[in-house]
């Protein structure tokens, strides 16, 4: 059994994640959309609250401290905003300059609030500019507002505007507040519509990805096996069997798989029995690939042991055109036929002494003994020559209609003179000369043998 280096899974596990993934997926993808409009809805109610703080903020202390900063006053502004803002939490406090602590109200930040109107009275009476801060959380706004001296204010207080203390847009106080946010002006109906909004894309994106999961994981690997299945070749002139193992992620398809692994085992091991009986192909009589490698070790063993030359011939079946109906007729009958014809061709015409092998489909080799460099170019020159003129087998001759072909080769070779080349080194030579060659083109059966 081949190596698993994934995690395997069931189909029912397989769906229940992808069910998960799909609501994770179409939650992130959801959420934005829905909650992009109630932002924008969220911020404008916030704006509103902020610009309405402000302005009710400003109205009671333009009203009210107007006639300075008295306790009555200060009273009448709590008051005129606490009407306006129910639930405000507020503290006016002096700048530092006029504060006096034995008289004036101070902060006393021993709670989160006033801890807070602290912080803000600081930034204030640093920056001296209007502070507002949002706590969505809390449903909250905090603000600090800082109060200056106007015009009408430095008649009261002319020694010290002759001092430059006072003067018009001067920091006379701070006045600090908490309001609650006004939420629930949101509409019930927007946030209807958000959550219709939500629901439909939810189910839109939980169905596309739940059926792309589903046929990733299920429906692809099993239209894979399938396709693996139409190729597998089990003619028994093929002798190679094209299936390899190949672990799923599914385990219900990886049992498919390994119990189809294990039945090509088992006839491999027949085959494997029967090319030991077997040396050449039926059809066309040529050896068997499988014998190649086997030839070629002996043969190099052979000539470096009592140093004869020997050559590799590699011929390259480039192009096979059927020229009448009869050799079309064969051709739909036994798709394949025009390339045994050329390996009958070859073994009928192969020196007795050389052994001519189907590498491929298209690649067929000869081994010559004892044959060197100069007997290998004679060889070669040869091969076309035996092609076009090749005899025509009685049976054939017999025939009314016989088929006809045009076979394109290349042809190209290595000799082995010897030294220490490998095999593989001498095949590697043999592909390079063959690549090289120029095209020949014949025609079969000759045209004098019609």
């Not at 639930?87 to 006393?108: H, N, R, S, V, Y």
């Not at 590699?314 to 036929?337: F, Q, R, Y």
Request: glycine share 4%; proline share 4%; charged share 20%.
């Amino acid at each position: 059994m081949a190596n698993i280096n994934f995690k395997q899974y069931t189909f029912k596990s397989v769906l229940l994640n992808q069910l998960f993934i799909a609501i994770a997926l179409a939650f992130a993808i959801s959420l934005p959309l829905t909650g992009i409009p109630a932002y924008f809805a969220l911020n404008h109610t916030i704006n509103s609250d902020i610009e309405n703080l402000e302005q009710r903020s400003y109205e009671a202390v333009n009203e009210h401290l107007n006639t300075g900063w008295q306790p009555y006053n200060i009273d009448k502004v709590y008051q005129g905003i606490r009407e306006k803002m129910p639930g405000a939490a507020l503290f006016l406090q002096k700048a530092p300059q006029f504060l006096d602590p034995e008289e004036d109200d101070i902060i006393d930040p021993s709670t989160p609030t006033t801890a807070t109107f602290q912080r803000l009275i600081e930034d204030v009476q640093r920056n001296e500019r209007l502070i507002v801060e949002t706590n969505i959380l809390n449903s909250t706004i905090n603000a600090a507002i800082p109060i200056k001296f106007q015009s009408q204010c430095l008649v009261c207080h002319s020694q010290e505007v002759k001092t430059g203390e006072i003067y018009a847009g001067a920091l006379a106080g701070t006045m600090v507040l908490q309001v609650p946010m006004s939420i629930n002006q949101v509409s019930t109906t927007s946030t209807i519509a958000f959550f219709v909004i939500f629901l439909l894309i939810f189910i839109v994106i939980a169905t596309i990805i739940t059926n792309k999961l589903v046929q990733t994981n299920l429906l692809v690997p099993l239209a894979g096996l399938s396709e693996r299945v139409k190729r597998l070749r089990l003619s028994s002139h093929e002798q190679h069997i094209d299936w390899e193992r190949i672990p799923q992620q599914m385990i219900e398809i990886d049992q498919i798989d390994e119990s189809i692994s294990t039945h090509i085992q088992t006839i491999r091991g027949i085959y494997d029995k029967l090319d030991a009986l077997v040396v050449t192909e039926h059809e066309s009589g040529l050896f068997h690939k499988e014998r190649f490698n086997e030839v070629m070790k002996y043969e190099l063993f052979r000539s470096h042991r009592y140093q004869h030359s020997f050559s590799l011939v590699l011929i390259k079946l480039v192009d096979v055109k059927v020229l009448n109906s009869t050799a079309k007729n064969i051709e739909i009958e036994a798709p394949g036929s025009k390339y045994m014809v050329f390996g009958q061709i070859l073994h009928s015409d192969t020196r007795e002494t050389d052994m001519a092998f189907r590498l491929e489909e298209h690649i067929f080799a000869i081994v010559a003994p004892e044959t060197d460099e100069e007997g290998i170019k004679t060889f070669k020159s040869d091969i076309y020559a035996r092609l076009i003129n090749s005899d025509i087998p009685q049976d054939v001759k017999r025939s009314i209609a016989r088929p006809e072909y045009q076979f394109t080769i290349q042809v190209g070779h290595a000799t082995y003179n010897g030294d220490d080349t490998t095999a593989k080194e001498l095949l590697k030579s043999a592909v390079q000369s063959m690549r090289e060659s120029e095209q020949q083109t014949g025609r079969y059966p000759p045209e004098d043998n019609k």
